[in-house]
């Protein structure tokens, strides 16, 4: 089980918001390659970046901050960004900054033929986030709800050739409410790509919950909240869960 470290940018900024309101920000750091070092002196194998103004102006806003924290990982791990990509252009941008994934949100529910060709242009590099309030997409930092079918978007965006499919459950992001582990399985059980669940995380309960559905496809958890206010120690949590999957039959 891989734990991610979320790092959301605002205004050149490390972050975090409750619920996907830009107005209900919390300031953790004003130096985001500072927070990439400390995630990864911590333990992280994945940063999780989110370009927050990128994601409601439609593009990358946060270029300099994203730039600082490429420079500081180098190629220690990889690095996966979200927010304001639309385009084929930005997306090739991205990669040749050193980006190792892009992950698309908006711009795959509204124009499914732009993931489409990003995915034959850039394989393995393209992430699709799927993020739902009661099994139904939502759009445009999360303002407007579709009337998609969770399950059914991530079927479609399976077979273009996604590497991985990132569930964030809207009602328990930054919420300390826990993981919606019912809802990431079933959408886990319904695809043969990787999910990486998104939202709630609390504490090392909700970290052992996901080692237990691992089998499933969850490959992964971001996390955000829970690390910044340290209700879950990221560098304990990380070991536990290598240690539950070492514990498991091959």
């Not at 479609?156 to 300390?176: C, Q, S």
């Given at each position: 089980?891989?734990?991610?470290?979320?790092?959301?940018l605002k205004?050149?900024?490390?972050?975090?918001?409750k619920?996907?309101?830009?107005?209900?920000?919390?300031v953790f750091?004003?130096?985001?390659?500072?927070?990439?070092r400390?995630?990864?002196?911590?333990?992280?194998?994945?940063?999780?970046l989110?370009?927050?103004?990128?994601?409601?102006?439609?593009?990358?806003?946060?270029?300099?901050?994203?730039?600082s924290?490429?420079?500081?990982?180098?190629?220690?791990?990889?690095?996966?960004?979200?927010?304001?990509?639309?385009?084929?252009?930005?997306?090739?941008?991205?990669?040749?900054?050193?980006?190792?994934?892009?992950?698309?949100?908006?711009?795959?529910?509204?124009?499914?033929g732009?993931?489409?060709?990003?995915?034959?242009?850039?394989?393995?590099h393209?992430?699709?986030?799927?993020?739902?309030?009661?099994?139904?997409?939502a759009?445009?930092?999360?303002?407007?709800?579709?009337?998609?079918?969770?399950?059914?978007?991530?079927?479609?965006?399976?077979?273009?050739?996604?590497?991985a499919?990132?569930?964030?459950?809207?009602?328990?992001?930054?919420?300390?409410?826990?993981v919606?582990?019912?809802?990431?399985?079933?959408?886990a059980?319904?695809l043969?790509?990787p999910?990486?669940?998104?939202?709630?995380?609390?504490?090392?309960?909700?970290?052992?919950a996901?080692?237990?559905?691992?089998?499933?496809?969850?490959?992964?958890?971001?996390?955000g909240?829970?690390?910044?206010?340290?209700?879950?120690?990221?560098?304990?949590?990380?070991?536990?869960?290598?240690?539950?999957?070492?514990?498991?039959?091959?």
């Amino acid at each position: 089980m891989l734990l991610i470290p979320a790092i959301d940018l605002k205004d050149g900024q490390c972050v975090r918001l409750k619920q996907g309101a830009m107005e209900d920000a919390t300031v953790f750091s004003e130096d985001p390659a500072a927070m990439a070092r400390h995630w990864i002196n911590q333990g992280a194998r994945r940063l999780h970046l989110v370009d927050l103004n990128g994601a409601f102006a439609g593009k990358p806003k946060n270029a300099s901050a994203i730039a600082s924290i490429l420079k500081e990982v180098g190629d220690e791990i990889p690095v996966q960004l979200g927010g304001g990509i639309r385009d084929l252009d930005t997306i090739e941008k991205c990669l040749d900054s050193g980006l190792g994934y892009v992950i698309i949100g908006t711009a795959a529910v509204k124009n499914p033929g732009f993931l489409h060709d990003a995915c034959g242009a850039f394989p393995g590099h393209i992430i699709v986030g799927l993020d739902a309030r009661d099994g139904k997409v939502a759009v445009d930092g999360w303002s407007k709800l579709t009337g998609h079918d969770v399950i059914d978007l991530g079927k479609k965006f399976e077979d273009y050739g996604v590497e991985a499919v990132i569930y964030t459950d809207i009602g328990r992001d930054g919420m300390l409410s826990g993981v919606n582990i019912e809802a990431t399985v079933k959408l886990a059980q319904a695809l043969r790509i990787p999910v990486i669940a998104s939202g709630g995380i609390t504490d090392t309960n909700d970290i052992t919950a996901l080692c237990a559905v691992e089998g499933e496809g969850v490959m992964g958890a971001i996390t955000g909240r829970a690390i910044y206010e340290g209700t879950l120690d990221f560098k304990k949590a990380q070991a536990e869960a290598d240690r539950i999957s070492a514990k498991k039959p091959a």
